[in-house]
């Protein structure tokens, strides 16, 4: 990051990005706590995930404030309020990605509290939690190095988790049509199997948003082969 004239905004801008990261890393805490409580159908985990969302917002809320005075008293320009209304999108994306994670350990509870059947292919869902998880990870190291490479890495994974995502569908509508007694469990982990892909678009978006910082262009809905063109 470009050094300012004022040592007090460089300050700010690594005070806000901090708390960023810290958000960040609560959040995959999160996924990949809910995914351990749905794998091990661990009421204790899912509380835990559940607990851990008034930290996520409360974080959300001050950095949010912390942006407002940083706007207000630096007036920034340029590449400077790029960052800090990059760093507004990628809190509401991290907080959104919260909410898919308690989504998740709300749903273990109420699959344990119904007492629905275990043999269904919830551990599957590991290799979708590994994917997204890996990619909010990647998302938040793109943004605290403001990597482009890495971000534009990023957006071709992505497509890797909507592929786990198709295939455990398939395996789900299988299980029900050969046992319909497990249709109401099954269509409960395929609320679960949406909510870690909408991790990974999160994360996703987060890489688009560092693009954004970097370069100056909103790759928003735009095709990979065109981002690959404005980030050389």
Request: charged share 25%; no cysteine.
């Amino acid at each position: 990051m470009e050094k300012h004239i004022s040592s007090q905004f460089d300050a700010d801008l690594t005070s806000v990005s901090s708390r960023v990261l810290e958000l960040g890393g609560l959040v995959e805490s999160q996924t990949r706590h809910a995914v351990y409580a749905l794998a091990q159908f661990n009421s204790e985990v899912a509380n835990q995930v559940i607990a851990t969302e008034k930290q996520v917002n409360t974080l959300e809320v001050e950095i949010d404030a912390e942006l407002a005075s940083i706007i207000a008293r630096r007036q920034p320009t340029a590449r400077d309020l790029r960052l800090l209304m990059a760093i507004s999108k990628i809190t509401g994306n991290l907080e959104r990605a919260g909410d898919e994670a308690e989504r998740i350990a709300r749903m273990v509870k109420q699959i344990l509290e119904q007492g629905s059947p275990r043999n269904l292919p919830s551990s599957e869902l590991r290799i979708a939690s590994d994917l997204a998880s890996g990619l909010m990870r990647k998302a938040l190291d793109a943004f605290a190095r403001l990597d482009v490479n890495t971000a534009l890495s990023i957006l071709k994974e992505d497509d890797l988790i909507d592929a786990e995502f198709n295939g455990f569908v398939r395996k789900l509508v299988t299980y029900m049509m050969e046992d319909p007694r497990t249709i109401s469990a099954s269509l409960d982990l395929l609320f679960v199997a949406k909510a870690i892909e909408r991790i990974g678009d999160h994360a996703k978006n987060i890489a688009e948003f560092v693009i954004y910082v970097v370069k100056g262009s909103d790759v928003r809905h735009t095709a990979l082969t065109e981002i690959e063109k404005a980030v050389q």
